[in-house]
């Protein structure tokens, strides 16, 4: 009998396993890959997520990978520029963007340095409930018989294709739709650095480094482009940045060489799910989904994996009633998801910025401090308020310049 069954062991699973462990409680982690193993993933870690992970003793583990840091953004978006780079935090000066098999893999052995109990390659086919009461999970392992195990809490750590998240039916609520999909691959012979850059055409590309001496490429295109896309993956791969950025174009085809096939990613609709039941608990993807635009979705594993530990700690060791702590979870995870989700939907369609947006950001690309300030915002080190708040902007419009007709203060405006 465990005090937790954590279902999925990647990037919100094992750190919610391992801080559990890490407080003395009995731990099984299941996965149905086994590690290391990439998996379909931007690889962006924004510097909220690389906090975390320093603090629980992983970081180092991340950067003696050979993972290339990186300290400068070339954010554009429909003409609106933003590069340089958000402040340091704590002395944490760069980001990083490993590949799912690094980074995943050391994860999953943290759980188990933890004391958390890890089974690979093991498929989970059902919960099992007693009563409307999720007691356990039932699946097996490669081709193996079918198994069963036991746990107060099981939690649902396994992407928007959940199957916890299926079985005890968990609702969704704040659906939006879906605006795009990607394509990526891998590519040596470039020295780019770090790229976030949207055309007019509702394209998108992006660039970062990763490890072993490549830079991962990855467009986005809108849905209705996905046929056309799929015509012809190579031509209208590089088409994107001919058109985004026709000199990087011109890069790519002289110099780059892609060492791996394209990987596709036709994600679902944004949207939350209700996170927690009798028995059961949801986190990560399994929980709460946006679109990959602005490469949230690891470091809000990260955050909302703590989380979630904290408040299973609390109903597992008797200091409140379990429902008690996971409906603090479920409103604090809303609360503090909230701004990226709205920001998110905003901008993910790749068309034209809404005229409060648009005023702001023109503003900022005008000073390195304000530009680095949104950097920070969109990294989860600066909050709103030091941007948004009445008199933010009010400074902000007045070191741009910009005319007081001109001036908008309400996002909805």
Known sequence: MYDVIVVGARCAGSPVGMLLARQGHRVLVVDRSSFPSDAVSTHYIHQAGLLKLREWGLLDEIVAAKTPELKKMHYSYRGVHLNG???????????????????????????????AEVLESFTVTDVVAVEGQVVGIRGREGEGPEREFRATVVVGADGFHSTV???????????????????YSYYSGLDWGLHHKAGLNEQWFGTWPTNDDLSMLAVICSRAQLKEFRQDVENRFHAVFDDVDPDMGAQLRDQGRREEDFKPMRYPDN?????????????????????????WGMTDAFLHGELLADRLHQGLAGERPMDEALAEYHKVRDEESAGVYDFTTTLAPLTELPPFFRVTMDAMSKSQEWTDRMLGLIGGVVEDHEIYAPDALERLYDDAGVPQDQRIYDPAG
Do not use: Q, S
């Open 165 to 183: 998240a299926k079985k005890v039916g968990a609702e969704l609520y704040n659906v939006r739709p879906a605006a795009g999909f990607i394509y």
């Open 271 to 295: 949207y939350y799910r209700r996170p927690y039941g009798p028995g059961w608990a949801l986190v990560g993807d399994a929980g709460y989904h946006k679109d990959p635009y602005t490469g």
């Open 85 to 115: 780079f958000a402040p340091p935090v704590d002395g944490l000066d760069a980001v990083y963007a490993p590949r799912r098999r690094v980074l995943d893999e050391i994860l999953v052995n943290a759980a188990r340095r933890a004391g």
